[in-house]
C-alpha cells in the first residue's frame, strides 16, 4: 500500500486544508519557539490538557466554562498576554516552555492561544489524528509513527506569522529523517525539510542564531534567549500528545 510524506511550511497553506480530505491522514504540528515545546512541557510536568484556541476572547470564554482553577496562557509578538490586550485580565503565563514548571501547572488544565502554533493545531481539525510535535519528543513521535503508520503523514510547521520558520523546518527534516525509509512516496517538501536539517544536524544552536529570525529575536531578549537552547533539547519528554476533544493530552 502506498504512503506519502509531506510537509507544510507557512501558514499561508493552512487554508487549503479546509479544502482536503484529511480523514486518512495524521498531522503532526510543529512550533518548536514555542508553543507545542511548551504544551509537551506543561504535559511533562503534570498539566492534565492544554486547549489550544485561536483568539483572546475564546480562551477567557473556555476560562469562564473551566473554572478559576484552568490558567490561561499564551502570547502576543512573543510576550505574555496582558490585562490591556485581553480586556482586563492579566494571563496567568506566558509561551515559555521554561514557565510550566510543576509548581505552577501539576493537576491544572491550560488554556493556551499564540500567534502561530494554536493556530495550526486548528488548521488540522478533520485529520484522523492530529498530534503535537517538537525537538523535545522526536524519538516518541517516531516510536508512535512507526508503530501505527499510517497512509498519509502531513508534517506541518507553524512558522512565524505568514512566513516559513526555520527552526519548524529543522524539527520536521529531523522527524523526516527518522522515518525516511518508512514511505513510499516524499513529497518535494519532505526532501527540503530533511536536507535543511542535514544541513545544520551538527550544530543546531548555531543553525538557529545564524538562519531563524524567531531565534534571533527570542535571542536578544535577556528574559527569553534561554528558550531557544530548551527547546532545542531533544528526547526529553518521553510521550507523543495529541489534539483530542479539543484539547493536547498525552497519548497513553
Not at 154 to 161: D, P, S
Not at 171 to 182: I, P, T, Y
Not at 212 to 232: I, K, M, Y
Request: charged share 20%; with cysteine.
Amino acid at each position: 500500500m502506498e504512503s506519502n510524506l509531506e510537509v507544510l511550511f507557512t501558514p499561508a497553506e493552512f487554508d487549503a486544508l479546509k479544502n482536503r480530505d484529511l480523514s486518512n491522514t495524521v498531522c503532526v504540528v510543529f512550533d518548536v519557539l514555542r508553543a507545542t515545546t511548551s504544551m509537551l512541557t506543561a504535559l511533562r510536568c503534570g498539566a492534565t490538557q492544554v486547549f489550544p484556541v485561536k483568539e483572546i476572547s475564546e480562551a477567557l470564554a473556555l476560562r469562564r466554562s473551566l473554572g478559576p482553577a484552568a490558567l490561561l496562557a499564551g502570547e502576543r509578538d512573543g510576550v505574555r498576554i496582558r490585562a490591556a490586550q485581553s480586556g482586563g485580565v492579566d494571563f496567568d503565563l506566558g509561551n515559555s516552555p521554561r514557565e510550566f514548571t510543576p509548581e505552577r501547572v501539576a493537576g491544572r488544565a491550560i488554556i493556551m492561544t499564540t500567534t502561530n502554533g494554536t493556530c495550526a493545531l486548528q488548521a488540522c481539525l478533520g485529520a484522523r489524528r492530529i498530534l503535537a510535535g517538537a525537538f523535545l519528543n522526536l524519538a516518541a513521535l517516531a516510536d508512535w509513527i512507526k508503530n501505527q503508520p499510517p497512509s498519509n503523514l502531513l508534517l506541518v510547521g507553524a512558522g512565524t506569522f505568514e512566513e516559513a520558520a526555520y527552526e519548524d523546518t529543522l524539527a520536521v527534516g529531523a522527524l523526516c529523517e527518522l522515518m525516511w525509509g518508512q514511505f513510499s512516496r516524499q513529497a518535494d517538501s519532505a526532501q527540503i525539510a530533511r536536507e535543511i536539517y542535514r544541513a545544520g544536524a551538527n550544530d543546531l544552536s548555531a543553525a538557529v542564531r545564524q538562519h531563524s529570525r524567531n531565534g534571533c529575536r527570542l535571542l536578544a531578549n535577556p528574559e527569553l534567549r534561554d528558550d531557544v537552547p530548551f527547546a532545542l533539547q531533544r528526547d526529553t519528554v518521553p510521550f507523543a500528545a495529541e489534539l483530542k476533544n479539543g484539547a493536547v493530552v498525552k497519548i497513553p
